[in-house]
């Protein structure tokens, strides 16, 4: 079955600095990945999503890209701000569709 | 879009009670789910409702688990006989229409503690 990683230790950067977050996954490559922010007692939310066919996404200061390759993307918060401080999960369906599949999530410290 | 609500946001209730939770998803969304988390854990699908149709149950949900959505509204997730194990986030989604490219919205979960 597929499998997603992300990093489990939390990130800790200081505030303006570009922060990066890696999401790897085993077994076949998904047509879509989604990125999506959650915040402690709160249920996640949508952020972002990349096609397999798309090296890039950007929305604001937030970027996605989409290595299939190296079975790899990476979440990148630019000019990070401590409101940044969440934990951000990557998630992609199976192959029929119906069943969305998360990764554990990397918590994101953002210090003034 | 009022958003995904869950009722009630915290249960706490002796093992071997049965509890059952409430979902309402944004109104036009076909597509509804239910995901466990746990701490430190990443939302786990449990089931998922196209309509009022229930097509597609994970393993996780064991016997003692059932889920329901009459009218292809609201949905309810009851679980019989409560266990320690049992105790985690219980997360309902709601999405537009079936797709790889379908964004999930998700409700605040309601958080089920086992004594």
């Known amino acids: 079955s597929q499998k997603i990683e992300q990093n489990s230790e939390a990130l800790n950067i200081q505030e303006g600095k570009t922060a990066t977050l890696t999401c790897n996954y085993t077994n076949y490559s998904p047509a879509y990945l989604q990125w999506y922010r959650q915040d402690p007692g709160r249920g996640p939310v949508f952020l972002l999503l990349i096609r397999e066919n798309e090296k890039e996404k950007r929305k604001e200061r937030l970027k996605v890209t989409f290595d299939t390759t190296l079975k790899q993307s990476l979440f990148h918060i630019t000019a990070s701000q401590p409101a940044d401080s969440a934990t951000y999960l990557c998630a992609q369906f199976n192959n029929a569709g119906n069943m969305l599949t998360f990764g554990g999530g990397t918590r994101l410290m953002v210090k003034p | 879009d009022t958003g995904v609500s869950q009722d009630p946001r915290h249960k706490i209730t002796k093992r071997g009670q049965n509890v059952t939770f409430r979902c309402d998803p944004i109104?036009?969304?076909?597509?509804l789910y239910w995901y466990r988390q746990t701490l430190g854990q990443g939302p786990e699908f449990l089931t998922y409702?196209?309509?009022?149709?229930?097509?597609?149950k994970s393993r996780l949900l064991s016997d003692r688990f059932s889920a329901e959505r009459p009218k292809g509204s609201f949905s309810t997730l009851e679980i019989q006989r409560t266990e320690q194990g049992d105790s985690a986030m219980y997360l309902c989604?709601?999405?537009?229409?079936?797709?790889?490219?379908?964004?999930?919205?998700f409700g605040d979960g309601t958080r089920l503690s086992i004594l």
């Open positions: 109104s036009e969304h076909n597509r």
């Open positions: 409702f196209q309509n009022e149709a229930q097509l597609e």
């Open positions: 989604a709601s999405s537009l229409r079936q797709g790889e490219d379908q964004p999930q919205h």
